[in-house]
């Protein structure tokens, strides 16, 4: 489960933030970045309000509040790592602009994993 705030990738375990599968020491080590996460952990009452999938409600996403440079780095770790869905929105404002992370597996009946998506 996350918060909403600011985390430094160097300073927190990123393990704690996501369940994912892969070595999360390359991606502190790779993306040696503050990281702003805007959205973590979500409630599925909040999601159905703001018309959100329901991805945060597992605990496995992540959007990481990143633009330009910083944000092409961060996709390519992500890639790397074997984040398997990847939300991209890198349009408007830059303080607006965010990579969602998550790492759900493909279930049948839903979509295919992995996928990548814009807002
Ligand atoms: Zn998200």
């Given amino acids: 489960m996350v918060a909403p705030g600011h985390y430094s990738l160097r300073s927190i375990n990123l393990s ?3 369940s994912i599968r ?6 502190r080590e790779q993306f040696a970045k503050p990281m ?16 959100s999938t329901m991805t945060h409600t597992t605990g496995q ?3 990481v509040s990143v633009s330009g440079g910083p944000a092409y780095e961060l996709l390519g770790i992500a890639l790397e790592e074997g984040f ?5 929105k890198q349009k408007g ?4 602009r965010f ?5 759900l597996e493909y279930k049948p009946g839903e979509h295919i994993r992995p996928t990548i998506w814009s807002y």
């Fill in 84 to 88: 398997t869905g990847i939300g991209v």
């Fill in 22 to 27: 892969c070595n999360r020491a390359r991606i």
């Fill in 99 to 103: 990579l969602h992370l998550d790492d």
């Fill in 61 to 63: 996403a992540v959007d």
């Fill in 16 to 18: 704690r933030l996501l």
């Fill in 36 to 51: 702003v996460i805007t959205s973590g952990y979500r409630c599925q009452d909040h999601c159905a309000k703001i018309g």
């Fill in 93 to 96: 404002a830059h303080k607006g």
